[in-house]
């Protein structure tokens, strides 16, 4: 499933870590990295008290929230998208992150409590940062004289996997459905590829029913492929990976075909 990516404009919200460059690196470097290593502690403690899990470090995330907080500083006011910018999504991706669902805070203020304090009173802000089912972030956080800028970003990661481990995944998933798995996959592969229908490059015997699916979570099949597997007119499976389809291509997804005869 695509998660459509999600972000809130509020002055008091703004997060970003990182190497810092310009007026950060004249005499508000350490400050302002201090203050980063502060808004992490402390959206961690919030999540903490709401029984979300930790947020964990992205280098990726950092990149693109590093470059946006520097547009921020040049810019003044504040925004999530500035002219000539892309969106979220896409600057995240462009810079290696891989995720089923991103989000962001930015804000400006005096120092790293009053910033985390303004997220935790604004709904949106609030939400983003204790959202359980974000778990990576990047945070930049820059200095323009006394006034620091931050920007946060948070994602649902996903892994980055081949072909032939998406398709080990899934094949194990299969497997304790009490189905053998054949092991030449050209046929699910060459099946992955298509809409609807068999290709016509089919090596070995038609199949009784295909399932193919997206998704960010290997961690668990289709309930009609899992219902099918359950009526015991199946006894073996063959599994294929392929590119995922769709416009959405800055969200991580893998696509997959099972055939089972």
């Not at 998406?166 to 092991?183: D, F, N, P, S, Y």
């Amino acid at each position: 499933m695509t998660y459509i990516a999600r972000g809130f404009v509020v002055w008091a919200a703004v997060v970003c870590l990182g190497l810092l460059q310009g007026n950060a690196q004249r005499g508000g470097a350490r400050g302002a990295g201090d203050a980063a290593e502060q808004l992490l502690a402390m959206a961690n403690q919030s999540r903490a008290r709401e029984g979300a899990p930790p947020l964990v470090w992205d280098p990726a995330l950092a990149a693109a929230a590093r470059k946006h907080c520097q547009r921020m500083v040049a810019e003044g006011p504040i925004s999530h998208r500035y002219g000539g910018e892309p969106e979220l999504s896409e600057r995240a991706s462009m810079d290696g992150a891989h995720f089923s669902l991103i989000e962001e805070n930015i804000a400006v203020g005096s120092y790293a409590a009053e910033i985390h304090e303004g997220w935790m009173n604004s709904p949106g802000h609030r939400r983003n940062l204790l959202n359980p089912e974000v778990d990576r972030v990047g945070i930049s956080v820059m200095m323009r004289g006394r006034q620091m800028y931050a920007v946060a970003d948070y994602s649902k990661g996903v892994a980055v996997l081949s072909r032939t481990q998406i398709e080990a995944k899934v094949a194990g998933l299969v497997h304790t459905r009490g189905l053998a798995i054949r092991t030449d996959p050209r046929d699910a592969r060459a099946a992955c590829e298509l809409d609807r229908g068999l290709p016509s490059t089919m090596t070995g015997n038609h199949p009784g029913f295909i399932m193919r699916w997206q998704s960010a979570d290997l961690g668990q099949l289709p309930q009609q492929l899992v219902q099918r597997m359950g009526s015991r007119e199946y006894r073996l499976a063959s599994v294929g990976a392929c590119t995922p389809q769709g416009d959405q291509t800055e969200f991580t997804q893998y696509r997959v075909a099972v055939l089972l005869y």
